[in-house]
């Protein structure tokens, strides 16, 4: 088992990791050469910095430094051959090039225009407290059913039947991909907040006991959500609440900004979409049977991480 776990970890460090310089122009001490690449100190330190806290300790001891250190090169060995082998140039690259390329500055210019320009105070925080204090509850639970299924479409035709008078319970059995609640008729029991992922979540504590909701998109799919219990929690202070109010009111106030700045984009910047091949568009999973229809069930599928 500790052989099985140490490769796990190994295998982590190719993915985290992505090392070497070309030549040596650095400062940095070359702590190994391979081929026509280096590993500096800077490059070592910069990517053991990215494994997870809970796996470095694997790595402070000489032998694990040294482990590390091999990985690095194996992944440096690999690289080179690619190379050689001129998979640069192989479309699958560019065009992963290209989609990181667009992720990235899309990422960066959200950084520089919208979270430098959006700040929440804590006079702000202390305005939303004192004007919700009644609403805040630390310890608070509800009791939640779902039905859990692939696309839109199929949650809005749910929903229907259920407004129509049929059993949640039983449609939850026949037809929710999460096959561990079916069995129970959707029930999750009782949860917290930070439990589920987040927009199960605000769904959730939204409904009252008995109510159900529209279609809910996750990353799992579409979710219907029946409330069926809750339990409240204690009165919440200041101290307690002004985290998590804060973040919500910066989650607010960012995508304000992001929508006007967005507005603003499409003064600039022509738009046009072809009505004819947006209608004549297919989705992936209209012809092949979803990851979740072809698995028993589905593990976890609400839980946060």
């Known amino acids: 088992m500790k052989t099985v776990r140490n490769f796990a970890l190994l295998m982590m460090v190719a993915v985290f990791s992505f090392a070497c ?8 001490p070359v702590i190994a050469k391979v081929g026509q690449g280096v590993i500096t100190e800077e490059d070592f330190k910069k990517e053991i910095a990215r494994i997870p806290d809970w796996a470095k ?9 040294e482990k590390f250190l091999e990985e690095l090169i194996k992944r440096e060995l690999v690289y080179q051959k690619a190379l050689m082998m001129k998979l640069d140039t192989d479309k699958e690259y560019t065009d992963k090039v290209e989609e990181f390329k667009k992720l990235t500055l899309t990422q960066l210019i959200l950084k520089k225009e919208v979270e430098v320009n959006v700040v929440i105070d804590e006079a702000e925080v202390k305005t939303f407290f004192d004007s919700n204090a009644d609403k805040l509850r630390v310890g608070s639970q509800v009791k939640a059913s779902h039905i859990l299924v692939a696309s839109e479409e199929e949650a809005v035709k749910l929903k229907a039947r259920i407004a129509a008078g049929e059993d949640f319970a039983a449609l939850a059995k026949e037809f929710s991909t999460d096959k561990g609640s079916a069995l129970k008729g959707g029930d999750l029991g009782f949860f917290g907040r930070g439990q589920m992922v987040p927009e199960f979540e605000r769904a959730a504590f939204s409904l009252a006991p008995g109510n159900i909701s529209d279609p809910v998109k996750s990353r799992f799919g579409f979710h219907i959500v029946k409330v069926t219990d809750t339990k409240e929690g204690d009165a919440a202070n200041f101290d307690q609440s002004k985290e998590s109010i804060r973040r919500q009111l910066l989650a607010q106030k960012q995508k304000a900004f992001f929508d006007e700045f967005v507005t603003k984009l499409e003064k600039d910047i022509t738009v046009t979409k072809n009505e004819e091949n947006i209608t004549a568009l297919t989705m992936p999973w209209d012809d092949k049977t979803t990851e979740a229809e072809n698995s028993e069930e589905v593990p976890e599928p609400l839980q946060h991480q």
Do not use: N
């Open 57 to 65: 300790s694997q790595f402070s001891s000489e032998d694990g430094k």
């Open 21 to 28: 310089s070309e030549g040596t122009d650095s400062d940095s």
